[in-house]
Nanobody
Framework: QVQLQESGPGLLKPSQTLSLTCTVS??????????WSWIRQRPGKGLAWMGA?????STEYTPSSSTSISRDTSKNEFTLRLTSVTPEETAVYYC?????????????WGQGTQVTVSS
């Protein structure tokens, strides 16, 4: 069974850069044909897809996004980077394994990590 675990800072100040890492166990992030996604849920809102990195290393993001996703195959992990954060980025962030690039209905999920942006 694939397990995902998010890690990163829980509190940032506006204009800082958010970096969250998802460590995967029980499966490889290079396995065909999955997409490894970042999805967030702002307070009082639904799930929102942010971006994904595919098994080949290709990436997709929401339009006009300051999001980037990279991976370290030697550690079997992938990382979300969000620059110049604002309080609007306060959310619970999830990493997930999905069979489609822009899906929020995914097969496996991390438990989620709360990120708060506040001065």
């Amino acid at each position: 069974q694939v397990q995902l675990q998010e890690s990163g800072p829980g509190l940032l100040k506006p204009s800082q850069t958010l970096s969250l890492t998802c460590t995967v166990s029980g499966g490889s992030i290079t396995s065909s044909y999955y997409f490894w996604s970042w999805i967030r849920q702002r307070p009082g809102k639904g799930l929102a897809w942010m971006g994904a990195i595919g098994y080949s290393g290709s990436t997709e993001y929401t339009p006009s996004s300051s999001t980037s996703i990279s991976r370290d195959t030697s550690k079997n992990e992938f990382t979300l980077r969000l620059t110049s954060v604002t309080p609007e980025e306060t959310a619970v962030y999830y990493c997930a394994r999905c069979d489609q690039a822009k899906a929020i209905v995914c097969e496996d999920w991390g438990q989620g990590t709360q990120v708060t942006v506040s001065s």
